[in-house]
């Protein structure tokens, strides 16, 4: 087994309870952690021997850019479909963190952040 991993993946979205990130919009950081067999793709220097990052960040992208969500919960568990529905046949296990930077609460932190894992 081995690990494909995106880190901080910037997504501007529209997503939020509060009508004006609805509005406005803002952006949301992901990380995506994939766990599947990288073997053969590391012996065979093959493509199809593995998950392609680059296709799995246009899907994810396109997917939250073109649908909103009220809650990031919602976000990352979206993103673990669309991960399971598009490569579930090769995926093992992923992770996906969904950090907010823009909350509407008085008070001082960096973000706000939701992690969820699957099994496939």
């Avoid at 850019?65 to 090769?90: N, P, Q, R």
Wanted: net charge negative; charged share 30%.
């Amino acid at each position: 087994m081995g690990k494909v991993r995106i880190n901080n993946m910037l997504v501007y979205t529209y997503n939020g309870v509060m009508g004006e990130e609805k509005v406005l919009g803002q952006k949301l950081e992901l990380d995506i952690e994939l766990t599947l067999p990288l073997e053969k793709a590391g012996k065979t220097d093959d493509l199809h021997q593995t998950i392609s990052y680059a296709d799995v960040y246009t899907d994810v992208k396109t997917a939250l850019e073109s649908k909103s969500f009220d809650l990031i919960e919602a976000v990352t568990y979206h993103v673990l479909d669309i991960l399971g529905e598009k490569y579930g046949d090769m995926l093992e296990h992923a992770i996906v963190r969904t950090r907010k930077y823009h909350v509407p609460i008085a008070g001082f932190f960096d973000n706000v952040e939701i992690e969820m894992e699957r099994d496939y």
